[in-house]
């Protein structure tokens, strides 16, 4: 006999049905229902951590430090810079490119210098227009991280726009298990491969791609993780969050989805939300 993994639920099933196909295995624990998988994964997207707040974007003075260490401009045009700033509301990099004290290449240097990654001066989006890596564009748009070259060994060449977000890396990197190595591009860059990343998109009828569903609540999120896993049968179910989104992969022999719980702004509906919802706490 096999049991619902849902503990309120608690269902018994005979072994020989759950084989031919009542229910569904996620993670390797067998449900007995869309329901109840559906209360499992919104349990899940609740309990999990409050989303940790954004990195800070890139500090002024220490992007400044470096261009005046590097004597691309003195600390007079720099403080003058940083005055003006407040009235423009510019980024440093791009106030100082506004008034000429640095151009667009040695800002994008120093940056990449400063996140720690390398950097790409010129880029053609063009050759983003197959959709290397086979992302969603909506989950490249989601990330602000798209991949520029095709898995090679499980490497994965990756342009972001400044600043580099660490934990959409990292999320990336958990979902797809691919080593990164990324590239800095100019805002211009990246919102020219927003436009073209898979505008053009390899006919690969082998392996489609996943499904990339945005939503912005809880409950949504759950009844969408809970009718790809039910429809799989078999699936299992990753997690990776950054900042103000959650992305959920589910995965199986015949089911590929992932959903992508974007918060909007405030604070997080996560963790203001009642954990469970009324029917789960009658036994
Ligand atoms: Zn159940």
Known sequence: MARCAVESCGRWRPDLFVRRGVGARVDGRWFCSRACIELMARERLSAGKPF?????????????????????????????????????????????????????????????????????????????????????????????????????????????????????????????????????????????????????????AARPQPEFVRTTSVADAAARIAAAASRGRQATVIEARWEDHAWIRVQGPDVMEDVCLALPEGPSPITEEAPWPAATTSR
Request: hydrophobic share 45%; glycine share 8%.
């Open 52 to 204: 940790a707040a954004g990195l800070p974007s890139v500090p002024p003075v220490r992007l400044g430090t470096l261009l005046a260490a590097r004597g691309v401009c003195d600390s007079a045009s720099l403080s003058r810079a940083l005055e003006a700033q407040r009235e423009s509301g510019l980024k440093l990099g791009e106030q100082l490119q506004a008034m000429g004290a640095a151009d667009k290449q040695t800002v994008l240097t120093a940056l990449a210098t400063q996140f720690g990654v390398r950097c790409l001066p010129a880029f053609d989006p063009a050759t983003v227009r197959h959709a290397p890596g086979g992302l969603s564009r909506e989950a490249v748009r989601a990330l602000r991280i798209a991949p520029i070259s095709d898995p090679l060994e499980g490497r994965v060449r990756v342009a972001s726009p400044a600043p580099v977000r660490r934990r959409a890396l990292g999320a990336l990197r958990q979902l797809t298990g691919w080593t990164l190595e990324v590239y800095l591009v100019t805002d211009e860059d990246w919102t020219a491969i927003l436009a073209h990343y898979g505008a053009d998109p390899r006919q690969d």
